[in-house]
């Protein structure tokens, strides 16, 4: 009876044991040191007449084995996360003052500059037609590309309307439209912009910050000049 008692006590301190140790780590996880803890408590708390079956304990010992793992794999992991996020920080800081191929909708022209993009096209299309509208969304001109396969198509504005006269620096909206079955469909474009800084996040996402044009993911350029 007194075997009985004594096992029924070990058996309420491991588990009260178990769950203090829980409770202290926020992801509910033993670490290696409580789970060697806890087999050291069971093997002082075993019952003399009723030891420890062996395949049981091997079993654990197989646990306690697969734990150290799993810390060990978590550790490396983590290293070759931050040497990642360290080769982008790299990378991205090379980008400022570079121009890109960004998926936006509008771009600056300086003074006496143009406007350069390419047009994605998802098959061939009859007529591709780029127009370009100031930030009253006054319509510019129209660029007539006519037909073209499918595929990237590159294209330039030269800064000036309709009858040949340069406008001024600013911000102009750029609009990419191709006929497919006799109607005019926007298509997707890129126009070029000048990286003005970058920001890192903390899971090491890298976003830049396009000068005068807001920002955009790493992930989303499609080119780099």
């Known amino acids: 009876m007194s075997d009985i008692n004594t096992a029924n006590q070990t058996s309420d301190a491991l588990s009260q044991y178990a769950l203090q140790q829980k409770?202290?780590?926020?992801?509910?996880?033993?670490?290696?040191?409580?789970?060697m803890d806890l087999m050291i408590a069971q093997l002082n708390n075993q019952s003399p007449l009723d030891p420890q079956d062996n395949t049981a304990f091997v079993a654990q010992l197989a646990q306690f084995s697969s734990v150290e793992g799993i810390q060990s794999l978590n550790s490396t992991v983590d290293t070759m996360a931050s040497q990642f996020r360290s080769a982008q920080a790299l990378q991205a800081s090379a980008m400022v003052g570079r121009d890109v191929l960004a998926p936006m909708e509008s771009a600056i022209k300086s003074?006496?500059?143009s406007i350069n993009g390419v047009v994605e096209l998802p098959a061939g299309t009859s007529q591709l037609t780029i127009s370009v509208y100031n930030e009253a969304g006054e319509l510019i001109t129209n660029i007539d590309k006519g037909y073209q396969p499918g595929g990237d198509v590159k294209f330039s504005w030269d800064g000036k309307n309709s009858n040949g006269e340069t406008l001024p620096a600013g911000r102009y909206e750029v609009v990419a439209r191709a006929r497919y079955s006799g109607e005019q469909m926007q298509v997707s474009s890129y126009l070029a912009a000048n990286v003005d800084s970058v920001s890192i996040a903390r899971d090491g996402g890298v976003t830049l910050n396009l000068a005068g044009l807001g920002s955009v993911g790493l992930s989303d350029i499609k080119q780099i000049s």
């Open 111 to 113: 003074a006496d500059g």
């Open 23 to 35: 409770s202290a780590n926020r992801k509910n996880e033993l670490g290696k040191n409580e789970f």
